[in-house]
């Protein structure tokens, strides 16, 4: 089996009517870690699925190297899975779990054990290879799943939201850990999770999925600064939605929130909504304002200055603790623009309305 890259081309899965996969597209290159990230249902297990070859596909083909597998038995593809629940053999210690695929395919005593020793080392459990599965954390536990999954020297490492049942202490660690394996076993590498914070922290890419499609691809930083669609914006990070009415191509005019610059360019008149993350939002306070600050949560490195509009909008601007000190729950407040706008989206349920000229002149 060749070692390498990884591409899906096209992949149709259908249940009755539910579209789980509708023309679906990745590739991923030797020795890299893509994320695909997206909510619950939208296809990423049926896709990881279609890899292993656990699924029958109604349409696509999947290729490793040059070679078409669409057609291959899962034993023959040599992928390494690992699955969210623990699926450890319960009467087998963490070695002989780790040995397990080896057993099968005929490889010697020694070699087996020297394998697990290293595989053990490697995922940082040197000393617990006697432990039964119940005798180790769930972290643990992953841990060994993850061994026992590149015990095989698989082409492709595919990981389905291996960390969703753990805590979040253990759930940030252990990602650090798969990641540095991953680094170190040079493997292309599928991560589903519907985590963004997750995603954001280990991919060298991301693959945003939505409705058995994927919607983006692109490194981490691509994904949240330039989002190509709203639901990319919505779905990773925090994004604010404004609406308002263009009075330049490239400015727009908000009822209760001012005039923001967008980076993208409308019809003057147009009626639209801007997305622009908090971070690139600031706040200060002011006299006979038309906005109040109704709260000021804390988000562990900066606070979350929550503000609601004359009209009863609310936006979350991002605060710096130092900056949050001057400010008052009730106080009067105006918002105004740090950094660049993430989208304008027309609304097109309501009509577009003529702006007056004398307004179309303001800034
Ligand atoms: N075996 C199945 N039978 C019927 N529908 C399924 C089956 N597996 C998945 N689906 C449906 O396909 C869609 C995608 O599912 P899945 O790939 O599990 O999504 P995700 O992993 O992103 O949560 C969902 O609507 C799900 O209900
Ligand atoms: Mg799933």
Redesign the pocket.
């Known amino acids: 089996m060749p070692h390498g890259n990884l591409r899906l081309e096209g992949l149709k899965k259908f249940?009755?009517s539910?579209r789980?996969l509708d023309g679906f597209s990745l590739h991923v290159q030797a020795g890299e870690l893509v994320v695909l990230l997206?909510?619950?249902?939208?296809?990423?297990?049926?896709?990881l699925?279609s890899v292993a070859g656990l699924e029958r596909l109604d349409g696509g083909h999947v290729f490793v190297g040059d070679h078409d597998i669409t057609q291959q038995p899962t034993a023959k593809r040599n992928m390494g899975i690992v699955f969210q629940h623990y699926s450890l053999f319960p009467h087998l210690t963490a070695a002989e779990n780790i040995e397990f695929g080896l057993k099968i395919r005929k490889v010697s005593g020694a070699k087996r054990r020297r394998r697990s020793n290293e595989l053990l080392e490697l995922v940082g459990l040197g000393e617990l290879g006697d432990r039964f599965a119940h005798q180790l954390s769930g972290g643990q536990q992953q841990r060994v799943a993850l061994a026992r999954a590149l015990a095989i020297e698989p082409t492709v490492l595919l990981l389905?939201e291996p960390l969703s049942a753990l805590d979040a202490k253990v759930r940030v660690n252990l990602r650090e850990e798969i990641r540095r394996v991953q680094k170190e076993v040079g493997i292309a590498t599928i991560f589903?999770t519907?985590d963004q914070e997750e995603a954001l922290a280990i991919a060298d890419r991301i693959g945003v999925?939505h409705q058995?499609v994927l919607e983006q691809l692109g490194s981490p930083t691509e994904i949240y600064a330039a989002p190509s669609t709203e639901f990319v914006a919505e779905f990773v990070g925090k994004v604010n939605r404004i609406s308002g009415t263009a009075t330049q191509e490239d400015m727009v005019m908000t009822r209760e929130f001012g005039s923001f610059s967008i980076g993208d360019s409308v019809a003057v008149g147009s009626k639209v909504s801007v997305l622009v993350r908090p971070e690139q939002l600031g706040v200060r306070a002011i006299a006979n304002g038309s906005c109040r600050l109704v709260e000021m949560s804390f988000l562990g490195s900066s606070f979350a200055a929550h503000i609601r509009g004359s009209g009863g909008s609310k936006l979350i601007v991002a605060v710096s603790p130092d900056e949050s000190i001057a400010f008052s729950i009730g106080e009067s407040v105006e918002v105004f623009q740090r950094g660049p706008t993430l989208l304008t989206i027309a609304d097109i349920d309501e009509p577009e309305i003529a702006i007056p000229a004398e307004l179309a002149k303001l800034d």
């Open positions: 249940y009755g539910t789980a997206g909510p619950s249902g939208c296809g990423k297990s049926t896709a699925r389905d589903v519907h999925m058995g």
